[in-house]
């Protein structure tokens, strides 16, 4: 029986509309703050595989909703307190503040932790305080990345392997705030905690068994057993085909709106285009199975 309920569907638990044909869909008449039944998360959870990436509006969910939100999904980690402030309420989200003393740097396309052996699943992030304009999101969806590529590129591809590093993006200049003080000792310990580790390039979803594109400019450092002239070509190819607008679908934000996305299909980037405006979100991470250690 298929879950992926339409916007007319009377017996849908909640109402669905596509953003684009290739990635995003719009949820309506659902509320966050409350109890969601096993058939509702169900719905969902075909409508995030289906779409890659949901949005919610007017859902002034508390971190405690989020969280328990989250959990309905899969097992929700305490934030590592390296690269993300930690709420002061909720060890499991992580604040994303931005003002006239935090300029944006996320303005980088990603996969929430790739660099991990065990990337997150989905992640959970709420609007608390959003700028007048500006600070928008991007995702770009990987199914279509890859259904886009020319068959010869998707042939070549199939069965290579990429090494995806955390310090690819960590080591610019731009975050170079992160590794000053007693923050700096945080970020030395998750260096440690995830030296480079290879994913395949091309990934069948392990719940529908699509295929998606998995690289990313931040994270992805090389193609496994290229020579480096060859990954650097690649994987610049690779990234710009990613970039291509069909693919993608962008988000304005208004104060407590909800988008939930799955990593293992989608990239995102976050705008920045808002500084010196303030810009405050929650996020909750969503992981298959428990990281060890
Ligand atoms: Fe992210």
């Not at 259904?147 to 392997?161: A, E, I, V, Y």
């Amino acid at each position: 029986m298929s879950l992926a309920y339409t916007a007319t569907d009377s017996a849908a638990p909640f109402q669905l509309r596509p953003v684009t044909p290739s990635v995003g869909a719009e949820v309506s008449g659902i509320d966050l703050t409350e109890s969601l039944d096993e058939k509702a998360v169900a719905a969902l959870r075909a409508a995030l595989i289906e779409h890659g990436v949901l949005f919610f509006r007017d859902q002034p969910v508390t971190p405690d909703h989020q969280v328990a939100f989250a959990r309905r999904f899969g097992h929700v980690p305490k934030v590592p307190d390296s690269m993300f402030l930690v709420h002061e309420a909720n060890p499991h989200v992580s604040v994303l503040l931005n003002d006239a003393d935090r300029p944006p740097t996320v303005n980088n396309w990603h996969s929430d932790y790739s660099f991990a052996p065990l990337p997150d699943f989905a992640s959970v992030l709420r609007s608390v305080v959003v700028p007048d304009c500006g600070g928008d999101t991007v995702w770009a969806g990987m199914f279509a990345a890859w259904d886009g590529l020319p068959d010869r590129m998707q042939q070549h591809l199939d069965g290579l392997t990429a090494t995806h590093d955390f310090m690819k993006l960590y080591e610019r200049p731009v975050k170079k705030r992160l590794w000053e003080g007693e923050r700096g000792r945080l970020m030395e310990a998750a260096r440690r905690e995830f030296p480079p580790v290879s994913h395949p390039v091309v990934r069948p979803h392990p719940e529908s068994g699509r295929k998606a594109l998995f690289v990313n400019e931040s994270f992805t450092r090389h193609i496994d057993g290229m020579s480096e002239q060859e990954s650097r070509h690649l994987l610049a190819f690779l990234f710009e085909h990613c970039k291509a607008p069909e693919f993608q679908v962008r988000f304005r934000w208004s104060p407590d709106c909800v988008a939930m996305w799955d990593n293992r299909s989608v990239i995102h980037y976050a705008v920045a285009d808002f500084h010196p405006a303030r810009r405050l979100m929650h996020r909750v991470t969503v992981l298959e199975r428990l990281r060890e250690g």
